[in-house]
Structures are given as structure tokens and as C-alpha cells.
């Protein structure tokens, strides 16, 4: 059974840090490229960052860039969301997801999701 598995959201100030962790199980995810995902309530879905298993290429939305970094440590099957400086309007449930497609912005290319983490920035 495929499972994500996120952690690590919560309260936090502005310009405050957070780590993120999605720990990934039940198949082989070293041809699909993972992905950040997060949804403010009211708002669509929307693509935050992503990472190839194999090679380790990155992706970012324009509006986290510079400010979030994400990762793998492929012996763990972990993936990582560090996010600094983070401001009120990164308030969201923050998502995992993998895909067959590599860096793809579109939920609905991501065949595997998480059940998301909560964060929230206080102003």
C-alpha cells in the first residue's frame, strides 16, 4: 500500500522557519519526482516545490522562491519542504505528492498524496 506521510507543520511567527517531512512507503519512487503542494481555505490546490528521486533537480513556485528549500535523503525515503522567512500568507494545509511527470505544477498529474500538515503563520 502507498503511503505519504507528512510532519512537521504548526504554529509558528512571521519570519519564523519550519521544516517539513514526507516519508514515503509501499513502492519504488525513484522515477517519479516529488512534490510540495498547499492549500489555503477558500483557495485551489497550488504547487509549492518539487524534487526528481533520481538526480535531485528542483523546481519552485515563483512566490516561495529563494525563501523555501526542498530535499531528499534517498535512505531514508524522506522528502524535505525547510521553509525561512515565512509570512501569513504561507497559512495552509501543506501537501506531498508524487508523479510520473517530472516537475509538474497541475494536482492532477500527481498520482499519490499525502494527508497534509497544517501551518500556520501568525502575523
Known amino acids: 500500500q502507498v503511503q505519504l506521510v507528512e510532519s512537521g507543520g504548526g504554529l509558528v511567527q512571521a519570519g519564523g522557519s519550519l521544516r517539513l517531512s514526507c516519508v514515503a512507503s509501499?513502492?519504488?519512487?525513484?522515477?517519479?519526482?516529488m512534490g510540495w503542494f498547499r492549500q489555503a481555505p477558500g483557495k485551489e490546490r497550488e504547487f509549492v516545490a518539487a524534487?526528481?528521486?533520481?538526480?535531485?533537480?528542483?523546481y519552485y513556485a515563483d512566490s516561495v522562491k529563494g525563501r523555501f528549500t526542498i530535499s531528499r535523503d534517498y535512505a531514508k525515503n524522506t522528502v524535505y519542504l525547510r521553509m525561512n522567512s515565512l509570512k501569513p500568507d504561507d497559512t495552509a494545509v501543506y501537501y506531498c505528492?508524487?508523479?510520473?511527470?517530472?516537475?509538474?505544477?497541475?494536482?492532477?498529474?500527481?498520482?499519490?498524496w499525502g494527508q497534509g500538515t497544517q501551518v500556520t503563520v501568525s502575523s
Open positions: 505528492a508524487a508523479a510520473r511527470t517530472p516537475f509538474v505544477t497541475t494536482p492532477s498529474f500527481y498520482n499519490y
Open positions: 524534487i526528481k528521486w533520481s538526480g535531485g533537480s528542483t
Open positions: 509501499g513502492r519504488s519512487f525513484s522515477s517519479f519526482a
